[in-house]
């Protein structure tokens, strides 16, 4: 039992050199002790860098003009192919037979602007005359995609103007409800027709975005009056709306009044937001003191030094031959936010991946693998991002590099990011379906509304949980 009490007391004495906390939770017949033990202890560093090219790749659009102080100058505008529908109602209906068309713009309820709600502005869309490249970045300029004689309609608007739309749909089963503030543009009654037209003469021209480009290669949207907000448009669509006559019954006939989308913004076609955005003094300031400042969008992002050797050292120094498991690495990183006119709030999800896989990451429409890349969700009640799941990544390197970090392992990029979810019955009961999970579906550059925070590197709290088993 001496000897049993030496190496408890033993264990003792080193957990206390490397754990915040530690607990034995066994010593069995033949003396053997298993400790858990967290180290905290790591220094994480980084900068600031500029990021004011970025690649679209999301149906999102932000269209408007801000002036924040603190923040800076932000214009949006944005282009956009379409997706056409692949069946348009022409059974008992003519080109004559259309009434209107209209641009429906669709808007967060909640969220779904950052400014001043009642500042005049007036939108503008063009009708494009050629197809946009792709690639396609936020600094693309549309000179010669349009012509001013193109003007398809000019419009004012607000975020509270148009009318609340409550949508509902069922995805296995499960109620999901959907509601945006919509604002509707009337557009010529000719575009409908002519596109009414065209499906009737050559409806293959419709199959698919890019044959259908030969007809309406897309239109460009810009703020071309006021400033004061900038809206984040969730989706965009062309609705047509015709009248019919349908017949009931052998007595009983009437005239109908029908809508259909016949085009839709959709993330299968090229999209993008033109971004001008002109930094703040304030923020220059706090980049050229060394502050890690994240700006979006397209301003700026943080590069870091993980210090992922000094975390392996560390571990295999403390359980040198003893038997180990890693549980657990995660990063929780606080933030501040820096005050801006209009309260501009902190990126909802912020993505860190290898700077030498960033731009494979975002051109390739790429998920978060725990292994070389990480997102987090902005936590305001803690102000703090907490990545997880960074287990996978220490193990890689433990057994297929014998635990020794190249630079590409070590350089990060933090960049803020829009992420996508979808959303599915998890549990069933009697009276239906009573849980849902979530699964991420996208992850792309954030473009749905300006963001700002101040990265506190050196509050950040890098923590390795594992498990060792000493042997007697």
């Known amino acids: 039992m001496k000897q049993l009490f030496n190496v408890l007391l033993a264990a003792a004495a080193l957990l206390g050199l490397y754990a915040c906390t530690d607990e034995t939770i066994g010593v069995s017949i033949t ?5 858990i033990i967290e180290d905290s202890s790591f220094v994480i560093t980084g900068h600031s860098v500029l990021n004011d090219r970025v690649q679209m790749r999301t149906s999102t659009k932000m269209l408007g ?42 808007l967060p309820v909640n969220n779904g602007y950052t400014g001043d709600p009642v500042a ?23 000179t010669g995609y349009y012509d001013s004689s193109d003007l398809l309609a000019s419009e004012s608007y607000s975020p509270l103007s148009g009318w609340v739309e409550i949508a509902e749909s069922y995805v296995t ?5 959907d509601t945006t503030r919509v604002l509707s543009i009337p557009v010529p009654t000719t575009l409908a027709q002519e596109l009414f037209n065209s499906y009737k003469s050559h409806p293959e021209k419709f199959a698919s975005p890019k044959a259908f480009a030969d007809v309406f290669p897309g239109i460009y949207i810009t703020n071309d009056y006021g400033s004061g907000h900038v ?22 006939e009437v005239d109908s009044a029908i809508f259909q989308t016949y085009l839709a913004s959709t993330p299968e076609v090229i999209s993008n937001n033109i971004i001008h955005y002109d930094i703040d003094d304030a923020v220059t300031s706090m980049v ?9 969008p397209a301003g700026y992002e943080v590069q870091v030094r993980f210090p992922i050797q000094d975390i392996i050292d560390r571990y295999q120094s403390n359980v040198d031959n003893s038997q180990s498991i890693i ?5 929780e990183l606080p933030v501040s936010v820096p005050a801006t006119q209009y309260n501009i709030q902190p990126p909802t999800y912020l993505l860190m991946v290898k700077t030498s896989k960033k731009d494979t990451f975002i051109n390739g429409d790429s998920l978060a693998n725990n292994k070389d890349s990480f997102y987090a969700i902005y936590d305001a009640s803690s102000m703090t991002y907490t990545f997880t799941g960074l287990r996978n990544y220490v193990l890689n390197i433990l057994n297929n590099q014998g635990g020794v970090a190249t630079e590409d392992d070590i350089n990060f990029t933090i960049t803020p990011v829009d992420v996508t979810n979808y959303y599915y019955p998890q549990s069933y009961s009697y009276y239906g379906y009573s849980n849902t999970a979530s699964a991420v579906t996208k992850i792309s550059p954030m473009v749905s509304r300006p963001a700002i925070v101040r990265l506190l590197l050196d509050k950040a709290k890098i923590s390795i949980t594992y498990s060792k088993q000493i042997v007697n």
């Not at 809206?231 to 009983?252: G, M, W």
Request: a negative charge; one cysteine or more; proline letters at 5%.
């Open 31 to 35: 003396d053997n002790v298993s400790s």
């Open 65 to 106: 003009s801000l002036q924040a102080d603190g923040y800076g100058q932000l214009s949006a505008d944005a282009v956009t192919m379409w997706m056409p529908s692949v069946n348009i109602d022409t059974t008992g209906v003519k080109a004559e037979s259309i009434d209107s068309c209209r641009l429906i713009l669709r």
């Open 120 to 142: 005049p502005m007036r939108l503008s869309v063009y009708r494009l005359n050629k197809q946009l490249p792709s690639p396609i970045y936020s600094d693309f300029d549309p």
């Open 173 to 177: 089963g499960t109620r999901q409800v």
């Open 231 to 252: 809206v984040n448009i969730q989706s965009t669509e062309l609705s047509v709306y015709y009248h019919k006559h349908v017949v009931l019954s052998d007595t009983a």
């Open 288 to 296: 050229n003191k060394g502050e890690a400042i994240i700006a979006a």
């Open 327 to 331: 549980n657990s690495l995660t990063f």
